[in-house]
């Protein structure tokens, strides 16, 4: 198949994304490896989806599907074991099942699945191909015709100069060591990168806890991993109160009042990014 953009599923109040109705969609060709997306949202601001690769699947990249965009990126292991590379430096990285990787803007990136079952990655992206970020951009980079998935460099000096070779690295891959936390309310809020263009994160709910009511000033996209959620959104037309369950997402256009609350007996976590702006002031 050729180079065709993906779609853009875009909502213009809070709205819930349960599962089983998020849009689907397949790019790739030979070279560059087949992909499935589970498209959450693609707005003016923020782009969420989910990627899965099949067992011993992977993605790299061809002429036509460029994997270098103009935007950072968040991707978070929801299962299995992915192995991800910068081809042009020749990182490797292997992030596992509750582990994070973060990239800037101009980065190529590889993807293979090193596991036994289905990977399923979250992808957090901003600024979002609405504004003309990803293949319409990539297209107008050179195209990487050597891949290395090595360090040559690093050889010798390993791990003696480990910080002055990881220092040169394009990829950061995250774990729970590596959050900045926050309370709100009485949720639990770890962050995984802040910069100008995205925030992305966790929160934590431990049974009967609840977030205070909270506003942001970019867009929000939100995955539940574990746990039943439930959202209170108290300026929204019609129906205001969500639950939610694993795998099922929700979307928050910015300044729209917002509250989680855990319900059950059960510990909840949920990924979320938000883009451009984390705080409803100018400030980041």
């Known amino acids: 198949m050729g180079y065709a953009p993906s779609p853009r599923p875009t909502f213009a109040e809070p709205t819930h994304r349960p599962y089983a109705t998020v849009t689907r969609h397949l790019w790739g060709d030979p070279e560059a490896g087949?992909?499935?997306?589970w498209i959450y949202v693609s707005s003016e601001r923020i782009h969420h989806i989910v990627f899965g690769l099949a067992p011993g699947g992977w993605f790299r990249h061809?002429?036509?599907?460029?994997?270098?965009?103009?935007?950072?990126?968040?991707?978070?292991?929801?299962?299995?074991?992915?192995?991800?590379?910068?081809?042009?430096?020749?990182?490797?990285?292997?992030?596992?099942?509750?582990?994070?990787?973060?990239?800037?803007?101009?980065?190529?990136?590889?993807a293979f699945n090193q596991s036994g079952e289905?990977?399923?990655?979250?992808?957090?992206?901003?600024?979002?191909?609405?504004?003309?970020?990803?293949?319409?951009?990539?297209?107008?980079?050179?195209?990487?015709?050597?891949?290395?998935?090595?360090?040559?460099?690093?050889?010798?000096?390993?791990?003696?100069?480990?910080?002055?070779?990881?220092?040169?690295?394009?990829?950061?891959?995250?774990?729970?060591?590596?959050?900045?936390?926050?309370?709100?309310?009485?949720?639990?809020?770890?962050?995984?990168?802040?910069?100008?263009?995205?925030?992305?994160g966790r929160i934590h709910l431990q049974p009967g806890q609840r977030s205070d009511i909270q506003m942001h000033g970019g867009d929000e996209s939100l995955l539940v991993l574990e746990g039943t959620l439930n959202i209170f959104c108290p300026e929204k037309d019609g129906q205001q109160w969500f639950e939610l369950t694993p795998q099922d997402g929700f979307y928050l256009p910015a300044g729209a009042p917002h509250q989680y609350y855990n319900m059950t007996g059960q510990p909840v976590t949920a990924l979320f990014g938000v883009a451009p702006s984390y705080l409803a002031t100018d400030e980041r």
Not at 34 to 37: G, H, K, L, R
Not at 67 to 96: C, K, W
Not at 164 to 179: H, M, N, S
């Open 62 to 110: 061809s002429d036509s599907f460029r994997t270098i965009f103009a935007a950072d990126e968040l991707l978070y292991v929801v299962s299995g074991e992915m192995l991800l590379s910068n081809p042009q430096t020749g990182e490797v990285h292997l992030v596992r099942t509750g582990e994070a990787a973060f990239f800037r803007r101009d980065t190529w990136h590889h």
């Open 34 to 37: 087949e992909v499935a997306d």
């Open 118 to 200: 289905l990977l399923k990655v979250s992808e957090f992206f901003s600024p979002p191909p609405s504004q003309g970020t990803s293949g319409k951009y990539a297209q107008t980079k050179p195209n990487l015709t050597v891949s290395r998935y090595g360090q040559d460099e690093a050889l010798g000096r390993w791990p003696m100069d480990r910080a002055a070779i990881e220092a040169t690295q394009t990829i950061r891959v995250l774990r729970d060591a590596d959050l900045l936390w926050r309370r709100d309310g009485s949720a639990l809020v770890g962050l995984y990168a802040s910069t100008e263009h995205l925030t992305a």
